[in-house]
């Protein structure tokens, strides 16, 4: 929320800048300024827009995908697992 109202207030003051500046803007010494204002302000509102979305979105919680039987997968997946390991065993004795 800091980087949100940060941004927007870098924004405005670097429209601002530009708008006074504007003779300085065509040397680009002082028009610089304003533009890296702006730029770092649109970033900073963008991010800052970002990170508020990330939260309303821990907000919702998602239901996690079930698949198929539950408890006939489990087994087929340990029976896997252990040949698995044996497979992993065997190898490791043929070193």
Do not use: H, R
């Not at 800048?17 to 028009?31: C, D, I, P």
């Not at 970033?43 to 990330?54: I, N, Q, S, T, V």
């Amino acid at each position: 929320m800091k980087t949100l109202v940060g941004g927007a207030v870098a924004a405005v003051i670097g429209v601002i800048g530009l708008a006074v500046w504007f003779k300085e803007f065509l040397t680009l010494l002082a028009g610089a300024i304003p533009v890296m204002l702006l730029l770092g302000g649109c970033l900073a509102l963008y991010l800052g827009f970002d990170e508020l979305k990330d939260t309303w979105q821990k907000e919702t919680p998602v239901e996690p995908a079930v698949a198929g039987g539950g408890a006939e997968d489990t087994s087929q997946l340990k029976k896997e697992n252990e040949a698995l390991k044996k497979e992993l065993e065997s190898l490791k004795a043929q070193k």
